[in-house]
């Protein structure tokens, strides 16, 4: 496989709308979208630095993963998210190299991307995402 670029870094966050003031008062960025990704469980908004995205997330209910993560590591960085060009591919291949899945197959993600989740017990310690268009 080959990872194209960081398609961006996921950061669990408590109060989206008080993030988004931080991100855009203090870094100067512009939020360009604010997403629910009901199957994820989680609000998300985007920012761009050069090509790579920041997505800020916050649970949408006490089972989201993102609610669950920040009651036991409080907020903070969640995951990576690499470029694929072809991501059930990319999950095979990791799968055949030994890695725990979390998704076997490609869902629908934010901004209508196929994505799909590598288990952090096999990724030390990173929550890793492939996304792309397939
Ligand atoms: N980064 C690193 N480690 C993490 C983690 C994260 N984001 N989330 C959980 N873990 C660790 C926990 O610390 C815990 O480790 P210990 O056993 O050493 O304490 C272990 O993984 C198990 O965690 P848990 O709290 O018991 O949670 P679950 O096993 O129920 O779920 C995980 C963990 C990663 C399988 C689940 O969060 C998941 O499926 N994540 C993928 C989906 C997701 O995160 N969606 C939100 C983002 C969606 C988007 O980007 O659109």
Redesign the pocket.
Known sequence: MQPTHIEHI?IAVTNLEESIKYYEGVLGLKCYAVEE?SD?K?K?AFFMVGQTKI?L?EGTSEKS??S??IS??GPGI??LAFAMDDVAQALNEAEENGVKL?DKEPRG??EGLR?G?L???STG???T?FCGKK
Do not use: N
């Open positions: 996921g990704v994820q989680v998300t997505e997330l993963p993102v669950k993560f036991k590591k969640h995951h979390i993600g934010a994505i989740f288990h952090p017990k310690g990173v929550l995402e």
